[in-house]
């Protein structure tokens, strides 16, 4: 899977994401302080999904529906990295390519999702 991490996400959950085989650019490494809209339109440019911790991200592609592939939003904390990845692995295997076109909240104990708007899967 082809992933844009936000740099707000912790470097070591980036390098789990490398050693489990995906292409991960993290913007801490290529685009440090890139704007929310930036990133946005740099994961639409490169087709990745963009993995997140800020919830900004929801008004951004739901309610103005800025064009992305998809959004995964990370709600729980820094301080727990090994459920983090336990939690996304969880929805990377649940989901898969289905990640696309969503906005998933990924938490302890649930996934929550949304499909993008349709005015972005007819661009």
């Known amino acids: 899977m082809r992933w ?3 740099e707000c996400v912790s470097a070591r959950l980036v390098v789990m994401l490398r050693e ?4 991960v650019s993290y913007a801490a490494e290529t685009a440090a302080g ?3 809209i930036e990133l946005i339109e740099l994961a639409r440019l490169e087709n990745r999904l963009l ?3 800020d919830k900004d991200f929801g008004e951004l592609v739901i309610r103005r529906q800025w064009d992305t592939p998809g959004v995964v939003l990370m709600r729980i904390a820094a301080e727990q990295p090994q459920t983090r990845w336990k939690r996304l692995q969880a929805a990377i295997l649940r989901f898969g390519d289905g990640l696309y076109g969503k906005y998933i909240v990924v938490e302890a104990l649930r996934f929550r999702f949304r ?3 349709e005015s972005q899967n007819e661009k």
């Open 20 to 23: 489990a085989g995906h292409d």
């Open 51 to 53: 993995l997140t911790d």
């Open 4 to 6: 844009l991490v936000d």
């Open 34 to 36: 890139t704007s929310d």
């Open 115 to 117: 499909a993008m708007p």
